[in-house]
């Protein structure tokens, strides 16, 4: 494990201070669950992408199709979005932009990955999302844990739990202040959203007809917030899509990290034809 090469990037911004920092390992060939764990966890971000060799009959072009495991210092999950845009930046880096293709748990997800003057932007394509009802007592946990009042929660945003790799609980706040004072208790939130199987708690501010300001508790990951949510993303635009949020056919623009002071951008790009989700954003090195 002491040999294995890990690289570290930001995801959803071109400065290293900012987006979601993510470690990679672009060869684990060797690495069992608990050496990864240990990787991820010692690291410390939220989220660790390791690749190995594809399994057989994935397709794509050989040498740009990988399988990729996904750890937070506590556990795996099953897609992570910020972890597979540094991962593919991190690629196109040694291999050049193009086309690549990742198995992940959650099934697999294609990424294109462009470069322009010395930036570097990936775009990944969820798997099919869906979204499902959250039930009373489940939701007045979930407020009760995050410290918010019913009277906190837009009304125009109907509480779902959402998938696109993995399920998270999207919440409307009512104000953006209600969004910037997130104050919650860790070990309660952890809990609820251990039984229901949740990644993140997506809480979201509509700030225009297509952009947004999110924030994204992670206890079950043991941080306390992720700065820059791709997975999270890709759910949200299925959600607000299916809630008549927004047109069928739309580019949203979500703003997240600005309150941890590690400011991220993630496009989210819905299309009429096909019921995935496509997630951009820039990633960097970080130094």
């Known amino acids: 494990m002491t040999d294995t090469e890990v690289l570290r990037y930001t995801a959803f911004s071109g400065d290293p201070d900012g987006g979601n920092p993510a470690g990679v390992v672009l ?25 190995t060799a594809p399994p057989e009959g994935l397709g794509g072009t050989e040498g740009r199709s990988f399988t990729v495991r996904y750890f937070s210092p506590r556990a795996e999950v099953p897609f992570c979005g910020h972890a597979t845009v540094a991962t593919a930046v991190a690629l196109a880096e040694r291999t050049g932009p193009g086309e690549l293709l990742f198995a992940t748990r959650a099934g697999t997800v294609p990424v294109s990955v462009t470069a322009e003057g010395g930036r570097t932007w990936a775009t990944l394509t969820s798997v099919v ?18 410290d918010w009042p019913p009277a906190g929660l837009d009304p125009a945003f109907p509480p779902r739990i959402a998938y696109a790799g993995a399920r998270h609980l999207v919440l409307g706040a009512a104000t953006r202040a209600r969004l910037a004072a997130l104050d919650y208790d860790f070990a309660r939130l952890e809990a609820l959203m251990r039984r229901l199987d949740l990644t993140t708690v997506q809480l979201v501010h509509r700030a225009g007809p297509a952009e947004f300001h999110v924030r994204d508790p992670f206890p079950v990951g043991g941080v306390v917030e992720d700065p820059a949510t791709g997975a999270a993303a890709a759910a949200f635009g299925a959600y607000a899509r299916e809630a008549g949020l927004v047109p069928e056919e739309a580019v949203l623009t979500l703003h997240q990290g600005e309150d941890m002071g590690r400011p991220g951008l993630l496009t989210v790009t819905l299309r009429a034809d096909d019921p995935r989700v496509r ?3 820039e990633a960097v090195r970080i130094p």
Not at 28 to 49: C, K, R
Not at 135 to 143: N, V, Y
């Open 129 to 146: 999302p869906h979204t499902e009802e959250i039930g009373p007592a489940d939701l007045a946990e979930a407020l009760a844990a995050l």
């Open 279 to 281: 997630v951009s954003g």
């Open 27 to 51: 060869d684990a060939t060797g690495l069992d669950e608990a050496a990864m764990l240990g990787i991820a966890a010692g690291l410390g971000y939220s989220e660790t992408a390791f690749l």
